[in-house]
Structure formats: C-alpha cells, structure tokens
C-alpha cells in the first residue's frame, strides 16, 4: 500500500470507495430489516390468499418507496 502514500488523489479515492460501501451495506441492511414488518403484515392480512418472504417484501418496500415516495416542489 505504499502506492496510496504517494498518490494522495487514489488514497482519496480508495477512501471514498470504502465510505460508499459501508453506506450502501447499511442501506441495505436497514432496508432488509424494515421488511420484516411488511412481511409480518402482508402475512397477517393475506396469508390465506398469498404469502411472501422477506425478499419480497423488501421489494414490495422499495416500490412503494418508488410509486408513494415524498416529492417536494418549490413552487
């Protein structure tokens, strides 16, 4: 790593690098663990009709995150 103390630029850039993965890790993780709830009551509601996992309901968060999501304008 003696590369990185010489160039400060890539040593900027690796440490950028580090700093989206770690965001994008615990986004994810968060993500994954507020679908559990979803999943409790999409099972509770539906569960006769169809029931979903956590990855679906992960999914059916991030649509709805998409479709129903905050919108601000500044008019």
Do not use: C, E, H
Request: glycine share 6%.
């Amino acid at each position: 790593m003696a590369i990185l103390k010489n160039v400060p630029i890539l040593r900027k850039l690796v440490d950028t690098s580090y700093a989206i993965l770690i965001v994008v890790i615990l986004s994810a993780l968060v993500g994954l663990i507020l679908a559990f709830p979803v999943m409790w009551l999409w099972n509770f509601v539906f569960g006769s009709l169809y029931k979903i996992n956590v990855f679906q309901a992960w999914a059916l968060n991030v649509l709805a995150g998409i479709l129903f999501g905050q919108r601000n304008s500044n008019k």
